[in-house]
């Protein structure tokens, strides 16, 4: 028996009673005067068998669906534990077939040479998404773009890891999450020129519209690498704010744009940084630094 702590949840009829819950029948009643709300309640708690290959989770729901998954999370699984329906174990004939069956299910589950794709791609992106420290929805994207340049049939006589890492680019790029095309290739060990390559066939052939990458979202990663103060990157996001309004940034390298303006904060705070240090922290050459510094120093009267 369960009695109900909430003060709102009184008795319908007399009004003074509170509502007890009977876990073995499923009804719920008044405790003063008796009378039964409902009948039926929904069962909260886990399953009295388990289908998964845990053995002992039973949690009511599965793994949730995922594109990102070669089978998108809808696999069927034999269960390992060699019992029936009843819970009584398997006569030795009977085992013998049901792991036969196992065998040919786990067989026939990446039979086809698309699933076998998948199966490559969607390991490679699970191995980037540690390494780049990015998002699920950031994946799903990604996991999405690839599967759409399957159907077109881009992959075909392309690298599949050159391909998967322009999709999780151009997905970093749709969820505005600072990553550079020099981030991915360093994680995913190719060449930036190949990504690009590929980034721009996607862009071509999907006809994605990329929105165009904001400098303020890179400040926090420049400033937690270079160990900046709080007070450097707002006065930074400042800096980028009157930088845009005044439409100085247009066609300028966000993380070059970024790391200046910081620089300019390190140098307005008396924050003691060199143009390397920064520079270093961006992934981007002292020189765009300074270019990018006279820049803002004339548009600004800094």
């Known amino acids: ?166 999709a999780l680019y151009a997905a970093c790029r749709d969820t505005e999450t600072p990553r550079t095309l020099k981030d991915i290739g360093q994680a995913s060990n190719i060449k930036r020129k190949d990504i690009a390559r590929c980034y721009r066939l996607l862009l071509r052939e999907l006809n994605l519209k990329m929105p165009v990458v904001d400098p303020v979202k890179c400040i926090s990663r420049i400033a937690s690498k270079a160990g900046l103060s709080e007070k450097t990157k707002r006065k930074a996001t400042k800096i980028l704010q009157t930088a845009e309004e005044q439409k100085i940034s247009a066609g300028k390298d966000p993380m070059g744009l970024a790391a200046a303006a910081l620089y300019v904060a390190c140098v307005t705070n008396g924050e003691n940084k060199t143009q390397r240090d920064v520079a270093e922290a961006a992934g981007v050459t002292e020189v765009t630094i300074r270019n990018r510094y006279k820049g803002l120093k004339v548009a600004l009267n800094l």
């Open 1 to 166: 028996m369960v009695k109900s702590t909430n003060p709102k949840d009184k008795c319908p009829r007399c009004g003074k009673g509170t509502l007890v819950t009977d876990a073995n029948t499923g009804e719920n009643f008044c405790g003063k005067c008796g009378f039964v709300i409902t009948d039926k309640v929904e069962e909260s708690g886990p399953e009295w068998r388990s289908f998964s290959n845990e053995g002992e989770n039973k949690s009511r729901a599965g793994v949730p669906t995922s594109l990102a998954m070669h089978d998108m999370g809808l696999a069927t699984v034999i269960n390992p534990q060699n019992r029936d329906a009843t819970g009584k174990p398997l006569t030795a004939a009977m085992k013998s077939t049901i792991e036969r069956l196992r065998t040919w299910d786990s067989r026939s589950q990446v039979h086809e040479p698309v699933d076998r794709n998948f199966r490559q791609a969607f390991s490679e992106l699970d191995r980037l998404k540690d390494k780049l420290a990015v998002g699920d929805s950031v994946i799903e994207k990604a996991a999405y773009i690839y599967r759409k340049a399957l159907e077109k049939g881009l992959v075909r006589g392309r690298s599949i890891s050159a391909l998967i890492a322009s």
